[in-house]
C-alpha cells in the first residue's frame, strides 16, 4: 500500500472505530471495510475509495465530482463507484461518502 492509502485508511478506521460488526479485509490491493460481511467501502493502493452505493445510487454517484465507474479488469461492478483521492481529502467529503456506504451496506442482509 501506498502512504496515500495508509493514510485515507486511518481515517476511515477512525470513522468506522464505535461500530459493532465492521471488519477490515485486505481486498483490491488495500484494505476493505465491512459490515457483517458486507463491503461498505474499500480503500485502493493509490489512495482512491471504491464506494458501494448499490444499484439504485448509482447514476447519482457518478453525476459527483471526481466519482468514476469501478472497473475490475474488463468489468464494470455495478453499484459500485471509485472515487478520486483528491476528492476525499476534505474530512467532511470523506464522511459523506463513508455514511452514504455505510447506509447502503446497513440496508443488507448479514453473510
Given at each position: 500500500?501506498?502512504?496515500a492509502s495508509?493514510?485515507?485508511a486511518d481515517r476511515i478506521?477512525?470513522?468506522f472505530a464505535p461500530l459493532p460488526g465492521l471488519a477490515e479485509k485486505k481486498m483490491f490491493g488495500g484494505s476493505a471495510f465491512m459490515l457483517d460481511g458486507n463491503m461498505v467501502v474499500?480503500?485502493?493502493k493509490e489512495g482512491a475509495l471504491i464506494a458501494?452505493?448499490?444499484k439504485?445510487?448509482?447514476e447519482a454517484a457518478l453525476a459527483r465530482p471526481g466519482c468514476t465507474p469501478m472497473i475490475m479488469g474488463e468489468k464494470t461492478m455495478s453499484g459500485f463507484v471509485a472515487v478520486d483521492g483528491?476528492?476525499?481529502e476534505d474530512d467532511a467529503a470523506l464522511v459523506a461518502w463513508l455514511n452514504e456506504c455505510l447506509a447502503f451496506a446497513s440496508s443488507l442482509p448479514p453473510k
Open positions: 500500500m501506498s502512504e495508509d493514510t485515507l478506521r477512525e470513522h474499500a480503500v485502493m458501494r452505493v448499490g439504485d445510487g448509482y483528491e476528492v476525499i
